[in-house]
C-alpha cells in the first residue's frame, strides 16, 4: 500500500469509466412473454431508447436509433410509453413530441398526432391503451402562441387518423391545470385521476376526483372524493368499481387509504405508520404500490431508505421482503408472480431486476452499468444524523475515502465535498454512484445530505423549507459538514460544496453568506430568483410561492436572499456548469452570476454545453464536466491530479480588462 496525499491516490475510475459503460435504465414492462424497458444512452447523443431482451438473452432495440422515447410534459416528462398485447411500441419522440406508434417487427413508427405549430405546441404523456385497443388515453399539454398552457386527458385513435385530422382526438376531461393518474374504472364507466392549480407543487395540495363516463367517452360532471390544497393525494388505483386506493398526506405522513365512492365517505387507513408510502411527482408515471392478482398491495415505503413489502389491504399486515443491500427501489410491472423492480443499494449496481414474490428471490435483468470497478474501490455508504440549528435532525449519507493501494500521511485529514440534491422537494439514499467512486477512491470524501426540505421523513420534514429556501438548506448542510469536522473525520480548512439545479442555489447561497467553504461548483444552479420565476417554465413557476413567498408581497426577500445580490459576501473559487438549451434554469442565470463574479474580482470558471438541457446526457459533456470538476478541487483543495485537463481559471491578473 502506497502513502500519498488525499486527494492525489491514483484510481482506476476515469471520468470516461462514469459515462462508457453507463446506461441508467427505468421502468420496465411485460409485453407477450418479452421484457421491455427505458434506457438512456449517453454515447448516442442521451437518446432514451426502448429495448428488450433477445433470444440469446442479450439487449436489442425495439426502438431503433436515432429515434428517442421522450416527453416534454411538464419539462421533467416521466411516463413516455407503452406496448400494445400485438407488441406494438406507442411512444412520444422528443424532436417534435408526436406520438408514434411503432408496428411489431417494423424498423418506422408512424405518427399518430398531428405537427404542432413552432415551437411544437402538443405534447403527450403517460399513454394508455384503451379497454377495447382502438384508442391510447394519455395526458396532453399544449402550448398556445399566446403562451397559454392547457392539460387534458385525451384518446388518440390508434388507426393514424388524428395524424392528418385533429379533431380525432377526443378531450376526456380537463377543468384543472394540472393532471395525472387517469384511472378507468374495472366497468369502463368511470375516470379517476389526480389534480391540481398553481401555485400548489404535486407535495403541497391535490385532489383526487372521479366523473362518470357518457356515451360519447367524455368525462361528465366530476367530483372531488379527498385533497385540498393542503393535503397531497397522489396514484389512485381502482380497488373495485365502487372504490379507489389512493395515497395521501393527511396524517403528516404519505400513507395509503381506501377511498369509498359514495357520498360522505370517509378514507379508510389501509396501514397507518410514520413512514411514506409515496414520493415527489417530479416526473410522471411514478408509482409507490402496485395491486396483486389476489388483492393484496405491493409497497415502497420510505423512511430515509426504501422497503419493500405486500400489504394486506383487508387487515393491515405488512410483510417485508429482505432485499440485503438495497435500499432505493422504484416499482414497474407485476406478472406471472414476478415483479419488475428498478433498484440499488450502495454497493449494488442500480438496474431492473425480476422479484419472484412467492419466494423472495431476487434476479438481475438489466444492470444501469455494463462493467463496475471491483468492490474494493466503491465507498459503502454510511447514514448519520446531525444536529442543525435549533437542535433539529439532519440526515446524511457519508461517503469516506476509500481505495485499497493507498492510505494518507499520519494525522492528515482528507477533504470533503458536500453533496446538494436538486429539488428542493426531492432526496438521496444509498446507490452506487460512479460520480462518488470517482472522488473517493482518489482520496476525497463526499457527504450527500437530507437537507430540511427533503422527503422520505414526512410532512413536517419537508415543510422546513417552507419559506426558508436559502437559510434552512444552508443552516442544514453546514452543520453537516462541520460536524463531520468536529469528529475528526473531514479538514475543516478543505470543504467544497457541489449541487445541481436547486442544489446550485444552495451551492451559490452556501459560498455567499458563509466562510465554511473552500470552494463550490454549481451545475445549472438558480443564481437570481425574480428573473427566475418569470423565465422558467409552467410546472415550476409558482414553486417560490411556497419556497420564499408570493409575488409581489415577498419581493424584497426575492432580492434580499439571492446568491447574485449578495457577491460581496463571496471570496473563494467557484465553478459552473450550464446546458445552453436548459428551459428550467436557462444559461442567464449563470451568466449573470459569472459576470458578478468578474466585476469582483473572483478566481472562477465557466463551461457552457451546446445541446444539453437541465441535466447533462451527452458523453463528451459528462466526461468533460467531471474532469473539471476534479481539475478545480485540485487547485484549490492543493492536490495533484496527475491525467487530468487542467481546467483554466479566470483571475483578475490574467484578465485583459
Known sequence: ????????????????????????????????????????????AGRQSIRRLAADGEPEDVLPAPWNA???????????????????????????????????????????????SEP????????????DGTEVWC??????????????????????????????????????????????????????????????MPWDGTELRVAELTEDGVCGPWRTLLGSTTESVLQPEWADDTSLFVISDRSGWWNLYRMPLADGSEPQPLCPRSEDFGGPLWQL??????????????????LGLDWLAVLDPATGEL???????????????????????????????????????????LTDLRLSNDELPPADYLPEARSMTFTGPGG???????????????????????????????????????????AVSYLTSRGMGVVDVNYGGSTGYGRAYRERLRGQWGVVDVEDIVAVVRGLADEGLADGNRLAIQGGSAGGWTVLSALTSTKVFACGVSYFGVAELIKFAESTHDFESRYLDGLVGPLPEALPLYQSRAPLSNVDGLSCPVLMLQGLDDPVVPPAQAEMFRDALIAKGIPHAYRAYAGESHGFRRAESLIGARE?????????????????????????ENSLA
Open 1 to 44: 500500500m502506497q502513502t500519498a496525499p488525499y486527494g492525489s491516490w491514483t484510481s482506476p475510475i476515469s471520468a470516461a469509466d462514469l459515462v462508457r459503460s453507463q446506461h441508467p435504465v427505468y421502468g420496465g414492462h411485460y409485453v407477450g412473454g418479452e421484457l421491455w424497458w427505458s434506457e438512456l444512452r449517453p454515447a448516442e
Open 70 to 116: 421522450r416527453t416534454r410534459v411538464h419539462e421533467y416528462g416521466g411516463a413516455s410509453w407503452t406496448a400494445g398485447p400485438d407488441g406494438s411500441l406507442l411512444f412520444a419522440e422528443f424532436t417534435d413530441q408526436r406520438l408514434y406508434r411503432l408496428a411489431a417487427g417494423s424498423r418506422e413508427p408512424e405518427p399518430l398526432t398531428p405537427v404542432g
Open 120 to 131: 411544437a405546441s402538443l405534447r403527450y404523456a403517460e399513454p394508455e391503451l384503451s379497454a
Open 139 to 200: 395526458i396532453r399539454e399544449s402550448h398556445q402562441p399566446d403562451g397559454t398552457i392547457t392539460r387534458d386527458v385525451c384518446a388518440v385513435p390508434l388507426d393514424g387518423s388524428a395524424a392528418e385530422d385533429p379533431s380525432r382526438i377526443r378531450s376526456v376531461v380537463s377543468g384543472s391545470h394540472f393532471l395525472t393518474h387517469a384511472r378507468l374504472s374495472p366497468d369502463g364507466t368511470k375516470l379517476a385521476w389526480i389534480a391540481w392549480e398553481h401555485p400548489q
Open 285 to 302: 408515471g411514478r408509482q409507490w404500490y402496485t395491486p396483486l392478482a389476489d388483492g393484496r398491495l405491493l409497497t415502497v415505503r420510505t
Open 319 to 361: 410483510t417485508d421482503f429482505d432485499l440485503g443491500d438495497i435500499s432505493t427501489i422504484g416499482l414497474s410491472g407485476v406478472a406471472d408472480g414476478r415483479a419488475l423492480l428498478t433498484c440499488g443499494g450502495s454497493r449494488t449496481d442500480s438496474g431492473l431486476r425480476a422479484l419472484d414474490l412467492a419466494t423472495g428471490e
Open 392 to 434: 433539529r435532525d439532519v440526515h446524511a449519507l457519508v461517503y469516506p475515502p476509500n481505495n485499497p493501494d493507498f492510505s494518507a500521511p499520519e494525522g492528515e485529514l482528507p477533504p470533503y465535498v458536500a453533496f446538494v440534491h436538486g429539488g428542493p422537494t426531492s432526496r438521496v439514499s444509498p446507490k452506487v454512484d460512479l
Open 628 to 652: 473539471a470538476e476534479l481539475s478545480f478541487y485540485g487547485q484549490v483543495l492543493g492536490f495533484e491530479t496527475p491525467g487530468i485537463p487542467t481546467l483554466e481559471l479566470w483571475r483578475p
